[in-house]
C-alpha cells in the first residue's frame, strides 16, 4: 500500500516562508496524483487550501501555494501569520484510492 | 452555503454495528460531487476510508475497511451512510464526511463536516 509521507515538524518565523512536501512511495509524485492541501487546528475540522496541485480553494489566503518540485507535492507559505500555526496533510490520489499524507506540525515562532 | 453534518457516532462494544449518517444541504446533493468519509483516531492524522459516486452505484473503500464498511447515498434524502459492522477497537476515531468534485483533469476537495465520534471498547 502506498505510504505518503511528509515532514513531521517545520518551524518559521513570522513574516517568514516556509515550505511543506508530500512524497509518495511509489515514485515522484505528479500532476496525475491531484494533490490536495488542508490546514487543521486543534479541535477543528480540517480545512481545505489547494485542489489538483495547485488551485487555492476560493476561501484560500493568498499566501499559500501549491506546486510539484523535485517529485513532490508542496505547499508554500509566504509571509506566515501566527493563525498560520497548525497542522497540514496533503492527500494524493493513488489509482482509485486516496492516501493522506502523515502531516506536519508548523509552528510559528 | 454548504453543510455537511454527520450523525450517528457512539459508543460500541468490539464486534459491533453502527451506522453513520452524513446529510449534506446548500447544494445539488445528485450534481457531479462524491462523497467521502475520513476518519482521525485521537492524537493521530487523518485516514482516508471510502467513498461513493454520485450515482450511487461506483464505491472505494480503504484495505483496512474492506468487507466490514459499506458506503450508500439516498439522494432523495441527500444523505450518505456508512454502515460499519465487525467495529475493532482500532476504529475509533473522529469520522468527517467531505464533499470532493472530480472534473476531466481535476480533483477538488472542498467542503468538510464537523466530525461524529465513534468509541469501540468494552
Known amino acids: 500500500q502506498t505510504v505518503v509521507t511528509q515532514e513531521p515538524s517545520l518551524t518559521v518565523s513570522p513574516g517568514g516562508t516556509v515550505t511543506l512536501t508530500c512524497a509518495s512511495s511509489?515514485?515522484?509524485?505528479?500532476?496525475?496524483?491531484?494533490p490536495n492541501w488542508f490546514q487543521q487546528k486543534p479541535g477543528q475540522a480540517p480545512r481545505a487550501l489547494i485542489y489538483s496541485t495547485s488551485n487555492k480553494n476560493s476561501w484560500t489566503p493568498a499566501r499559500f501555494s501549491g506546486s510539484l518540485l523535485e517529485g513532490k507535492a508542496a505547499l508554500t507559505l509566504s509571509g506566515v501569520q501566527p493563525e498560520d500555526e497548525a497542522d497540514y496533510y496533503c492527500l494524493l490520489y493513488c489509482g482509485g484510492a486516496y492516501v493522506f499524507g502523515t502531516g506536519t506540525k508548523v509552528t510559528v515562532l | 452555503e454548504v453543510q455537511l453534518v454527520e450523525s450517528g457516532g457512539g459508543l460500541v462494544q468490539p464486534g459491533g454495528t453502527l451506522r453513520l449518517s452524513c446529510a449534506a444541504s446548500g447544494f445539488t446533493f445528485s450534481s457531479s460531487y462524491w462523497i467521502h468519509w475520513v476518519r482521525q483516531a485521537p492524537g493521530k492524522g487523518l485516514v482516508w476510508v471510502s467513498r461513493?459516486?454520485?450515482?450511487?452505484?461506483?464505491?472505494t473503500y480503504a484495505d483496512s475497511v474492506k468487507g466490514r464498511f459499506t458506503i450508500s447515498r439516498d439522494n432523495a434524502k441527500n444523505t450518505v451512510y456508512l454502515q460499519m459492522n465487525t467495529l475493532r477497537a482500532e476504529d475509533t476515531a473522529v469520522y468527517y464526511c467531505?464533499?470532493?468534485?472530480?472534473?476531466?483533469?481535476?480533483?477538488?476537495?472542498?467542503?468538510w463536516g464537523q466530525g461524529t465520534l465513534v468509541t469501540v471498547s468494552s
Open positions: 511509489t515514485g515522484a509524485v505528479t500532476s496525475g496524483y491531484y
Open positions: 467531505v464533499r470532493v468534485r472530480v472534473g476531466a483533469a481535476s480533483v477538488e476537495v472542498d467542503n
Open positions: 461513493i459516486h454520485t450515482d450511487g452505484t461506483t464505491t
